[in-house]
């Protein structure tokens, strides 16, 4: 089974705080992505990878920043926390290419409360 | 612009009828599309996928159609158990790697 792990189910942090989410997967996928879920607006693409070092901004970038050093881990950063910034993060990961099989694993989610 | 759209917030339904989702879509180079289903403090969970050269895919209690000429997806479920309830999230891709997510239909079935 794929496995996508967010280090952290809950975090509560202030305004302008600088806010780290950890994202591990431990199927050798090629391809991780950073979502927010908000009531009404689905799931929105904050920033997604390809491979290492590689980065494309997604929907709504501003106010976020990623990093991927290594094949298997997928960091969002939050340069300075917002209120509006308050939201359920949600990791996945996906092979490369394009194949018949075409899908998104998920994590189980982070919930950030900014206070 | 919202490029997939789930019309429906909600949907009740009793157990062991049948649940129907639906989904729109604007962009035609979408050529995959997926459904997922989400429980409360979890994340999302690959439900059923078809390709645009389907027009239905079947996995045991669950059905996609696809209408390309409408640019319509709809999900089956027969027949509906309590434990279907959750939210339920229709999405696509052109290509391969990004995947558009439409608004989510937040599913009860009533026992």
């Known amino acids: 089974d794929v496995k996508v792990t967010q280090s952290s189910r809950y975090l509560v942090k202030r305004t302008g705080e600088k806010v780290f989410l950890e994202c591990v997967q431990d199927?050798?996928?090629?391809?991780m992505f950073w979502y927010r879920q908000d009531p009404g607006l689905g799931l929105r693409l904050i920033y997604f990878s390809y491979d290492v070092k590689m980065k494309e901004k997604g929907d709504i970038p501003e106010g976020y920043s990623v990093s991927r050093e290594k094949k298997e881990r997928f960091s969002l950063i939050l340069e300075s926390a917002s209120t509006n910034q308050t939201s359920m993060y949600l990791c996945?990961?996906?092979?490369?290419?394009?194949?018949?099989?075409?899908?998104?694993?998920f994590g189980a989610g982070t919930r950030l409360s900014v206070l | 612009d919202q490029q997939v759209k789930q019309n429906s917030p909600s949907l009740s339904v009793q157990e062991g009828r049948i649940s129907i989702l639906n989904c729109d879509y604007t962009n035609s180079m979408f050529d995959y599309f997926l459904w997922y289903k989400k429980y409360p403090a979890e994340g999302p969970t690959f439900l059923i996928s078809i390709s645009s050269i389907k027009d239905k895919n079947e996995d045991g209690r669950f059905t996609v159609f696809l209408n390309k000429s409408a640019k319509h997806l709809s999900l089956h479920i027969v027949p509906s158990q309590p434990g279907d309830s959750a939210v339920y999230f229709c999405?696509?891709?052109?290509?391969?790697?990004?995947?558009?997510f439409g608004t989510g239909t937040s599913l009860t079935v009533i026992p």
């Open positions: 996945a990961s996906k092979p490369g290419g394009y194949r018949t099989q075409n899908i998104q694993y």
């Open positions: 199927m050798d996928h090629e391809n």
């Open positions: 999405a696509a891709s052109a290509l391969g790697n990004q995947f558009y």
